[in-house]
């Protein structure tokens, strides 16, 4: 199919989609293929197959997830398909990317556990209609030995330290499992058994999206386009948001904890986090950048606008309105100081994610012994998020942006650090 022989309307709707798909992505590799592709659903009417995969490896889906599951949904607003691979196979192994150590593997229990509450909340933005769900060890589990042997030999080594994480603990000395070897060709073999299109990802995820490219070609099917898109930094404005560093902001949380949360993102971020992570509409994220700039619009107000669209997005306009009047009834209004400081609370300090508030105010440096901090409990000087500590032995479960205050000049903002929670 060539591009003088559609049609102006056709040339049009390719234009349009074109527009769209490549909103704020990375890369298209390559991009005249895309096009071509994009031609094809056009002019014959069969929607793209478009693959994201997904690790149950914790059991919920985080912000910096829904960059992908937003462009995701753009897709099938243009009438294509979705192909979401829950990777219950692949999850039992642990996709090495960006770490520096081998990952622990999962049980067969938690991979089930973990994707039954994945397909919950993928329909929160995707249309269940137009979204098919699969489970990778459909094509995976059957494989027999002499067909994985098969598999590995299409692929050389010096390849598979191409990757960059592979190639830090290969020089670094760190032991690299064989298996781990195998993830990228688990992933792209997902690609083969599905004759997937387009397959979106982070773009850490660069290496792995290629695979399904090169084994497709290997096993005789048209090799699929691959698109990367950003990776959205957690709340401490530095590393990629992960529940492992208690950065992030999970979209099944309580609506006030969204919203809190969403008000802790660095300014800096603001914009980054409405145009990838949310429905906003582009002309008004280019008013919200304009008066910011112009100085028309107040950080906090667009912070606010942020914090209300999240939560509106997973909870309903109701939940969001609701947040929002919690947040100014008890931060705004209690005119909390605009320099309170960070304190980053240490994994190994909690217990089943818990900490009892004896021990975090003497960890705050708020008390300097337990009887002091029993002693402001009882005054009704302790307040978590604005609302007043009574009981004495009360456990807390800490997030992220957590607002800690006692009396009437402590304050502290809780930065969770990793060793807490499994990365998803």
């Known amino acids: 199919m060539r591009w003088e022989d559609l049609t102006s309307s056709q040339q049009q709707e390719v234009e349009h989609q074109m527009e769209v798909i490549s909103r704020g992505a990375v890369e298209m590799v390559p991009a005249d293929e895309l096009k071509q592709k994009v031609m094809n659903a056009v002019v014959s009417g069969k929607p793209l197959g478009v693959k994201l995969g997904l690790d149950p490896t914790a059991p919920d889906l985080h912000v910096g997830h829904t960059v992908v599951l937003q462009k995701l949904r753009q897709f099938q607003e243009l009438g294509h398909r979705v192909q979401l691979i829950i990777g219950d196979f692949t999850g039992r192994i642990g996709d090495p990317t960006g770490k520096s150590e081998t990952r622990k593997q999962l049980s067969e229990e938690d991979v089930k556990h973990n994707a039954q509450t994945y397909k919950r909340q993928?329909?929160?933005?995707?249309?269940?209609?137009?979204?098919?769900v699969y489970f990778n060890s459909e094509w995976l589990a059957p494989m027999t030995f002499a067909e994985v042997i098969h598999l590995s030999a299409k692929v050389t080594v010096a390849r598979m330290l191409e990757r960059d994480d592979f190639t830090k603990r290969y020089h670094g000395g760190l032991p690299i499992s064989i298996h781990e070897f195998f993830y990228p060709l688990m992933q792209g073999m997902d690609s083969v058994a599905l004759n997937t299109d387009v397959e979106l990802g982070g773009t850490d995820q660069k290496f792995n999206l290629l695979m399904g490219r090169t084994l497709q070609k290997e096993y005789g099917k048209a090799a699929q386009v691959i698109m990367t898109m950003p990776l959205i930094e957690g709340l401490d404005g530095v590393q990629k948001m992960s529940k492992s560093l208690g950065n992030y902001i999970g979209i099944d949380e309580e609506p006030n904890n969204i919203y809190g949360k969403a008000m802790s993102v660095p300014d800096e971020l603001m914009l980054k986090y409405l145009e990838l992570a949310t429905d906003m509409a582009d002309h008004e994220c280019v008013e919200l950048k304009d008066g910011l700039i112009q100085g028309r619009i107040h950080p906090r107000d667009a912070k606010m606008r942020l914090a209300h669209t999240l939560t509106r997005m997973y909870h309903g306009l109701e939940a969001a309105d609701a947040a929002q009047q919690h947040?100014?009834?008890?931060?705004?209004?209690?005119?909390?100081?605009?320099d309170i400081k960070d304190f980053i609370l240490p994994g190994e300090e909690l217990e089943n994610g818990k900490i009892q508030i004896i021990k975090l105010l003497t960890l705050l440096g708020f008390a300097a012994s337990n009887a002091e901090a029993r002693r402001s409990i009882q005054q009704n000087a302790v307040r978590w998020n604005g609302e007043k500590i009574i009981e004495i032995d009360s456990d807390m479960t800490p997030q992220t942006g957590d607002i800690i205050q006692m009396g009437k000049r402590k304050f502290a903002r809780l930065r969770l650090s990793s060793g807490h929670t499994h990365d998803v």
């Open 122 to 132: 993928i329909y929160k933005l995707l249309d269940p209609e137009k979204t098919e």
């Open 327 to 338: 947040f100014v009834t008890v931060f705004q209004q209690r005119t909390l100081p605009g």
